[in-house]
Nanobody, 127 residues
Framework: QVQLVESGGGLVQAGGSLRLSCAAS????????LGWFRQNPGTDRDVVAA?????????WYEDSVKGRFTLSREYAKSTVYLQMNSLEPEDTAVYYC???????????????????WGQGTQVTVSS
């Protein structure tokens, strides 16, 4: 069973940057899709970005983060990163990494399709 551990959250001023990491342990990530989600108390957990680990396809991004966030993969470390630039107070949330088997090479964006979750990391953007 794949396990995920996020890191890299913190407090940053508006306009600043953070890089989140999601390190996977256990079996290979081949055949998996990975996603970054975020959630504030009392609200839904929303997808931010997603990618299929091995398909080579470009990552998918939610509209509000396009051009500001970049998802990348480091195969040797079984790690995905979320580089977040030009952060806004509206980006404040707990950020979660998630994984799901997707042998067909698809990249789900629905949180209900993901069945492996990390513990989350808090990102706070001050105005």
């Amino acid at each position: 069973q794949v396990q995920l551990v996020e890191s890299g959250g913190g407090l940053v001023q508006a306009g600043g940057s953070l890089r989140l990491s999601c390190a996977a342990s256990g079996p290979t990530l081949d055949g998996y899709a990975l996603g970054w989600f975020r959630q504030n108390p009392g609200t839904d957990r929303d997808v931010v970005a997603a990618v299929n680990w091995w398909s080579g396809d470009s990552p998918w991004y939610e509209d509000s983060v396009k051009g500001r966030f970049t998802l990348s993969r480091e195969y040797a470390k079984s790690t995905v990163y979320l580089q977040m630039n030009s952060l806004e107070p509206e980006d404040t949330a707990v950020y979660y990494c998630a994984a799901v088997r997707s042998p067909a090479g698809l990249t789900p964006t629905d949180k209900f399709e993901y069945d492996i979750w990390g513990q989350g990391t808090q990102v706070t953007v001050s105005s």
